[in-house]
T-cell receptor
Framework: QKEVEQNSGPLSVPEGAIASLNCTYS??????FFWYRQYSGKSPELIMF??SNGDKEDGRFTAQLNKASQYVSLLIRDSQPSDSATYLC???????????????WGLGTSLAVNP | DAMVIQNPRYQVTQFGKPVTLSCSQT?????MYWYQQKSSQAPKLLFH???????NEADTPDNFQSRRPNTSFCFLDIRSPGLGDAAMYLC???????????????FGPGTRLTVT
């Protein structure tokens, strides 16, 4: 059973702090990892993707990938109230397991940034 | 700006009355997806098109159909909506890069379907 797991939260952080969101996945062959932000009642918005081990930074966001441990994380520096949303982790289905145009989704972590 | 557009944004239909949702894209992506998302759940893939090649998910009810008349447009038809079909319907697109899996999916704003 291919799975992506996230803590549902809510994760509560004060404004200006670093928010750390984690995601683990079950299939070692997965190659591509995505973080989506979803505000209540809105559609998912792609905010980060990472394909190689290590860190990838984009503004206040850093994605970290560790394939050996099968986890991917998202750090949000200088958190703002506008970052309050659900963050969805998605992982591609590796070619050996089927159609790799498809993603396996976690249930998301709810983040609340308190002013 | 290149984007994914969905119409209508809100749709109310009666139980059993067919409904069609539309999606268009200006990204020139060759893959288009339809997802269903209910409250506090992950998006659930219904089907996707790779160019004109239709790929249905095994657990997608027959009540759901799709058409892709050209690269830019894709439609979701719900033939006889039930109360359980009330959800957000999301269209997404990606550019396929073969077996690399590097296909970032970009979503439209969604259509909120209410069934009365």
């Amino acid at each position: 059973q291919k799975e992506v797991e996230q803590n549902s939260g809510p994760l509560s952080v004060p404004e200006g702090a670093i928010a750390s969101l984690n995601c683990t996945y079950s299939d070692q062959g997965s190659q591509s990892f995505f973080w989506y932000r979803q505000y209540s009642g809105k559609s998912p918005e792609l905010i980060m993707f990472i394909y190689s081990n290590g860190d990838k930074e984009d503004g206040r966001f850093t994605a970290q990938l560790n394939k050996a441990s099968q986890y991917v994380s998202l750090l949000i520096r200088d958190s703002q109230p506008s970052d309050s949303a659900t963050y969805l982790c998605a992982v591609n289905i590796p070619p050996h397991a089927g159609n790799n145009r498809k993603l396996i989704w976690g249930l998301g972590t709810s983040l609340a940034v308190n002013p | 700006d290149a984007m994914v557009i969905q119409n209508p944004r809100y749709q109310v239909t009666q139980f059993g009355k067919p409904v069609t949702l539309s999606c268009s894209q200006t990204l020139n992506h060759n893959v288009m997806y339809w997802y269903q998302q209910k409250s506090s759940q992950a998006p659930k893939l219904l089907f996707h098109y790779y160019d004109k090649d239709f790929n249905n998910e095994a657990d997608t009810p027959d009540n759901f159909q799709s058409r892709r008349p050209n690269t830019s447009f894709c439609f979701l038809d719900i033939r006889s909506p039930g109360l359980g079909d009330a959800a957000m319907y999301l269209c997404a697109t990606s550019r396929d890069f073969g077996t690399s899996g590097r296909n970032e999916q970009y979503f439209g704003p969604g259509t909120r379907l209410t069934v009365t």
